[in-house]
Nanobody
């Protein structure tokens, strides 16, 4: 089970930190991802941190977002900075045991948290 939280309304240029609490599986053995979906748009993979701790980012967020995990707390984070209106979306966390960046192949999904960037 995955539970995302931390979303909200923020002005352009602002920051947020999203959290994803995991339970029911061996957190440290899974690759963890953030995937977002804006209204009327396709789902977009945002970032992944593999079980070894290596982070990966979509070009659209590289240099602005930072993914991390705390294996003692079974929790993943996404620190969003320099936010833009186009970052507005529901952000979902997901877990995968399959060494893949394809969200269709992820094993577990959280319910999502809304991020709205607007002045």
């Amino acid at each position: 089970q995955l539970q995302a939280s931390g979303g909200g309304l923020v002005q352009p240029g602002g920051s947020l930190r999203l959290s994803c609490a995991a339970s029911g599986f061996t957190f440290g053995s899974y690759d963890m991802s953030w995937v977002r979906q804006a209204p009327g748009k396709a789902r977009e993979w945002v970032s992944l941190i593999n079980s070894g701790g290596t982070p990966y980012y979509a070009n659209s967020v590289k240099g602005r977002f930072t993914i991390s995990t705390d294996n003692e707390k079974n929790t993943m984070y996404l620190h969003l900075t320099s936010l833009k209106p186009e970052d507005t979306a529901v952000y979902h966390c997901a877990a995968s045991s399959r060494n893949t960046f394809n969200p269709r192949e992820f094993d577990y999904w959280g319910q999502g948290t809304q991020v709205t960037v607007s002045s």
